[in-house]
């Protein structure tokens, strides 16, 4: 994937281009001459280091959505929480969202630290097999603003792949803020040399929310990230009490479903909305231990065995190549 500078034209070829600093839209960037000399076109080193460091990873998944506040930070959480489930599994959490982290407060880790040591930054730990990492441990206060042009956050992700002491993991799962700019083009990049899995994108089935989706699964090919499948979040209300459903948002263009059908990609599942699930969040534990019987409970469950059955594959296809 060429890397796009953060104040580069619409339709950028990319610095890694051929056409990088020749094209017609590179008339006129302030970096058309740094381009066109083949300067940009050396790699980032940083990019073979984070693959030495996360080569003990076994599975990488990127949580994606061109839209903001579909859940995707708390499909990421209990992603986490039921891969963990298994005790012989070791997990990790990685928070991206630089502006707006709410991984520490999902997960019940408000007010932690994180501690440097020989071998780097050590996560906070969930479990014994959690592990998390959000720049949100780093923060005085979880009020603090994070005011950062893109050059700034992208340094911090890379600092996150190949600075933290990860240790051999089973899963690694990426939690990413809305959008397909600049954390979006970091966190591909830097894992361009670990095989990533691929990307969840989770939408919500209301069609303002499928168009900025559409936007999202179009980054994921023109970067050549695979797309595990869809979740739709938020899918019909069903009462604690009754068990009687309803449309809260409702799909007026057939939700994730069409648009999959479309696409041609998995629906892995669709999630109805729990107001439990979002109290969860706010106290900082896993819906799926607490409300066990919740159907949305049953249908995240449904939803990480195909995950796991997708990695599984995708693992063995690697080593057959290999």
């Known amino acids: 994937m060429g890397d796009v500078p953060d104040n580069a034209p619409d339709h950028c070829p990319g610095t890694q281009s051929d056409q990088a600093g020749k094209s017609a839209p590179c008339q006129g960037c302030p970096n058309q001459k740094l381009c066109a000399s083949g300067a940009t076109k050396t790699p980032d080193p940083a990019i073979a280091e984070i693959g030495v460091k996360l080569s003990k990873v076994k599975h990488k998944i990127l949580v994606l959505s061109g839209k903001g506040g579909v859940g995707k930070s708390t499909f990421s ?50 479990e014994d097999n959690l592990a998390v990492m959000s720049i949100g441990f780093l923060l005085s206060s979880p009020d603090d603003a994070v005011i950062w042009r893109g050059p700034k956050k ?59 989706v559409r936007k999202e699964i179009r980054f994921c090919q023109k970067v050549k990230l695979p797309i595990i499948g869809v979740v739709e979040n938020m899918s019909g209300f069903v009462c604690p009490k009754c068990q009687n459903p ?8 057939g939700g994730a479903e069409n648009m999959c059908a479309d696409l041609s990609l998995p629906l892995l599942g669709k999630v109805p909305l729990d107001p439990r699930i979002a109290r969860s969040c706010d106290e900082g534990t896993s819906f799926l231990n607490k409300v066990p019987d919740s159907p949305a409970t049953k249908v995240y469950l449904k939803i990480v065995q195909s995950i796991q059955d997708y990695c599984s594959n995708h693992l063995q296809e690697i080593q057959s190549i290999s």
């Open 77 to 126: 959480a209990h992603l986490a929480h039921a891969l963990a489930s298994d005790a012989s599994k070791e997990i990790a959490l990685l928070d991206v969202d630089i502006c707006g982290p709410s991984i520490p407060r999902i997960m019940g880790l408000e007010g932690e630290q994180v501690h440097q040591s020989g071998s780097g930054w050590s996560p906070v730990y969930v």
């Open 154 to 212: 992208n340094g911090m992700i890379k600092q996150f792949l190949r600075d933290v002491d990860w240790g051999e993991l089973d899963y690694l799962i990426v939690d990413t803020p809305p959008g397909t700019s600049d954390e979006h083009l970091s966190i591909v990049q830097y894992l361009s040399a670990t095989n990533v899995d691929g990307a969840i994108i989770i939408t919500t089935p209301q069609e303002v929310s499928l168009q900025d």
């Open 246 to 253: 309803s449309q809260i948002f409702p799909p007026t263009t």
